[in-house]
């Protein structure tokens, strides 16, 4: 059963199996310029139906959250801030899945929450975002240039075949790349900013909390070798999909990811 619903000025879409066969609901955070969106297509329903309680929430001023007028000057401690207020919301240990800036805020709400695990998936790495993007720059000047338009300007000033090359394989059917373009928004410029810089001092290991990283071999934004950087900090192996590129919900083969999650949770008990 799927249910949207407004926390405190917050979208939370949620998707109820019948009956739950498993006890610890699951909360999933997504990146820049999507919402919770991204997780509803396939994601959602898909642990439901293997019996997981599943939500999503659409941080400040994305989605269907308040805060649109305020959105450019949107803090990371802001997106802490919404993630927490979920999580009190739905109570009790949760595991929490992070994507890209959402696994960045996963992982620096780790010791204010009770978590009883963590996935991260593509997640911006310690060495914060001016390290990868100086590297797209000097590798890519045009896709440099298209993912500059969508973050100053707005995503439709760039081009469907540059958003393909920025965050989906070329697998992707040119549907559903339009599908998802028509839903992405402007991102907060002042949290981009605040993800710059490295965040190891934000980022630690939090006693008990299991942690699962994956990445996409073919993401434009983060290399295996940013993945496997947060990997280590966590003292595990990354996940790495060759065919996968950025947005790893939404790419093709999507239950790839997320059978990986669903079979680590069995792993680990929940």
């Known amino acids: 059963m799927r249910r949207v619903t407004q926390v405190a000025g917050l979208e939370l879409i949620s998707h109820a199996p019948r009956p739950p066969a498993h006890p610890t609901p699951l909360l999933f955070v997504h990146g820049a310029f999507v919402a919770a969106w991204c997780w509803d297509d396939y994601f959602l329903p898909y642990f439901a139906q293997r019996g997981y309680s599943a939500h999503a929430l659409s941080l400040r001023g994305h989605g269907g959250s308040a805060g649109w007028d305020t959105l450019s000057v949107a803090s990371i401690d802001d997106y802490e801030s919404d993630m927490l207020r979920i999580a009190r919301h739905l109570g009790g240990p949760l595991v929490v899945v992070g994507h890209s800036l959402g696994g960045m805020v996963v992982q620096r709400c780790l010791h204010r929450m009770h978590a009883a695990a963590a996935v991260l998936m593509s997640p911006v790495p310690p060495e914060g975002l001016l390290g990868s993007s100086l590297l797209l720059a000097a590798r890519d000047p045009a896709l440099f240039r298209e993912m500059s338009l969508i973050h100053y300007a707005h995503p439709s000033f760039a081009t469907m075949q540059g958003l393909r090359r ?25 949290a981009v900013f605040d993800l710059s810089w490295p965040q190891h001092f934000f980022i630690r290991p939090a006693a008990g909390v299991p ?23 966590y003292g595990v192996t990354p996940g790495m999909f060759p065919e996968m590129a950025h947005a790893m919900m939404l790419e093709p083969d999507w239950q790839e990811a997320a059978d990986r999650i669903i079979d680590w949770l069995g792993k680990i008990g929940l």
């Open 166 to 190: 920025a965050v989906f394989s070329e697998r992707i059917a040119d549907a559903d790349v339009g599908r998802h373009f028509a839903r992405m928004q402007l991102e907060s410029q002042r």
């Open 211 to 233: 942690m699962l990283v994956m990445g996409g071999e073919k993401d434009a934004f983060f290399s295996a070798g940013m993945v496997e950087s947060t990997a280590r900090i």
